[in-house]
């Protein structure tokens, strides 16, 4: 609800500025105006859609006597009860010189003194319906019809299409867009070539006081374009030259005027807000610790503070800062490392690439037959040392008559050709037979392979020769 209010009122104080205010029509483009300086001017529009240009005489007042003789300007005073601005006109407006109307206005005809002193809202008020005809409105209900007057009444009032004399006063019709005010109008009535006023009824030097300023006889209503030189407002003044002290300035607000009201709108609209967002914060936690205090109670709360001191100081994680932990994104998990090929394989300290590839600075040694691979241990090469080192086998000796001693062999099949022979010695007769020693077989630890998608046959049939080829070389050194 305060936000709301907050919104209206800076709305408000837009529109007291001036930011909303009708736009004047562009000077030199939508209408220009030239005084030729021999009391005629030359009016230039586009505002109906279709350029037009045309040239006029100046008519003006000196000692209460008007013509296009006088130098004097004419003045119309009052309080201004209806205004329209205008950015464009009906192309079938009455007469031509209608396009050329920056702004019309409605006076309520008095004094410009006597319409100081009328407060706002006591004035006159008419309600227009149409105003396409800058000297001809429509008008309806209010506390004066204008298309209505009666002869008897002592309402007496002004409409004038205003045609802006320079560049100036095309722009300070703005200023008339705030209506139900003091004003007062200085310029020219204007004719045409033929000495034609330009209006409705025909204004004569009964009309005008000794200080040329305009008055109404019988008629109650004049309807008049004028050529606008000056407009005086309650406080601001709309001058030829834009010169004046007073002068009006598009956005310009009464008694503070435009850098005033820029700074009391920083200072009290934009503090304001400040003010009183921490005014509501403020009663928020107040009312937030009220409650606290009522579920809690006293104790408690200072228990809660405690807490939650003791947690910083600890550095603890609050479920607050939990939360917003929880709330951040996920972080990506690492990718796995790819396996070197030199770690456990899960066969111990035994490696099936060292194995298979391993070179000479290797401390175990390698042996292939047929295709398949056998790994020579510590163990195994130190019984092979052993073996070597012992005393050959000499198998038992037997004589048949004297004769020579005759060997004989354990195997029957043909053997192959042991890969290391074995040097050995011939037998005596006399010495007596030795019991042979019982002869260790190597230790053969067979590599486990490594695991393949399919089994092949050849493995199979090259372990199998190599188990053969092992039993030939047990057995096949016997001698008697």
């Known amino acids: 609800m305060g936000r709301g209010l907050l919104g209206i009122l800076l709305a408000s104080t837009i529109l007291l500025a001036g930011c909303l205010a009708p736009v004047s029509p562009d000077w030199g483009d939508d209408l220009s105006v030239e005084r030729n300086g021999d009391g005629t001017f030359t009016l ?29 300007k004419v003045k119309f005073e009052g309080y201004m009860s209806a205004s329209q601005l205008y950015d464009s006109h009906n192309p079938n407006v009455f007469n031509k010189i209608g396009f050329g109307t920056g702004a019309a206005v409605a006076i309520h005809s008095m004094s410009f003194e006597e319409a100081k002193n009328i407060l706002s809202g006591e004035g006159e008020r008419v309600e227009v319906k149409d105003w396409s005809d800058p000297v001809a409105p429509e008008t309806g209900a209010g506390t004066a019809d204008l298309d209505n007057l009666p002869k008897d009444s002592d309402s007496k009032w002004f409409v004038l299409g205003l045609i ?3 560049e100036n006063i095309n722009d300070g019709f703005a200023a008339l867009g705030k209506y139900h005010q003091p004003i007062r109008v200085t310029g020219y009535l204007i004719e045409d070539e033929l000495g034609n006023q330009m209006g409705g009824t025909k204004m004569d030097s009964e009309d005008f006081t000794k200080d040329c300023v305009g008055k109404i006889g019988s008629d109650n209503i004049f309807e008049k374009y004028v050529l606008v030189t000056k407009i005086e407002l309650a406080e601001s003044v709309v001058s030829l ?11 310009d607000v009464a008694i503070l005027g ?10 009290v609209g934009i503090g304001g807000a400040v003010g009183a967002y921490m005014y509501s914060t403020m009663r ?12 809690l109670g006293k104790e408690g709360v200072e228990r809660a503070a405690q807490a ?7 550095s603890m994680t609050t479920p607050d800062v939990r939360q917003t932990e929880e709330r951040k994104p996920a972080k990506e998990p690492p990718k796995p490392k790819k396996s070197k090929k030199n770690e456990d394989d899960g066969f111990g300290a035994f490696s099936i690439d060292s194995a298979l590839g391993g070179g ?14 056998v790994v020579a241990s510590d163990d195994a090469k130190r019984v092979e040392k052993e073996i070597q080192n012992s005393e050959p086998f000499v198998p038992p000796t037997s004589t048949f008559g004297g004769g020579a001693p005759v060997s004989s062999s354990v195997s029957s099949t043909p053997t192959a050709v042991p890969s290391s022979s074995r040097p050995t010695s011939p037998a005596k007769s006399s010495e007596p037979a030795e019991k042979p020693k019982p002869r260790r077989r190597r230790a053969v630890r067979k590599a486990k392979a490594e695991p393949e998608p399919e089994p092949e046959e050849e493995p199979q049939q090259n372990e199998k020769a190599f188990w053969q080829e092992e039993e030939e070389e047990e057995f096949s050194d016997f001698s008697f």
Do not use: W
């Open 164 to 166: 802006p004399a320079s």
């Open 308 to 314: 939650q001191r003791d947690a910083k100081q600890s």
């Open 258 to 267: 435009r850098t005033g009201f820029i700074l009391f709108l920083l200072i």
């Open 241 to 251: 030259d834009g010169e004046h002290d007073d002068e009006y300035t598009f956005g």
């Open 284 to 295: 928020l936690s107040m009312s937030a610790r009220s409650i606290a205090l009522t579920l």
């Open 44 to 72: 230039s529009s586009s505002m109906s859609g279709d350029s037009f240009d045309g040239t006029y005489n100046e008519v003006g007042c000196l000692d209460g006597e008007i013509g296009d003789d006088k130098t004097g």
């Open 360 to 373: 000479e600075s290797s401390t175990s040694r390698n042996e292939f037959g047929s295709g398949s691979s």
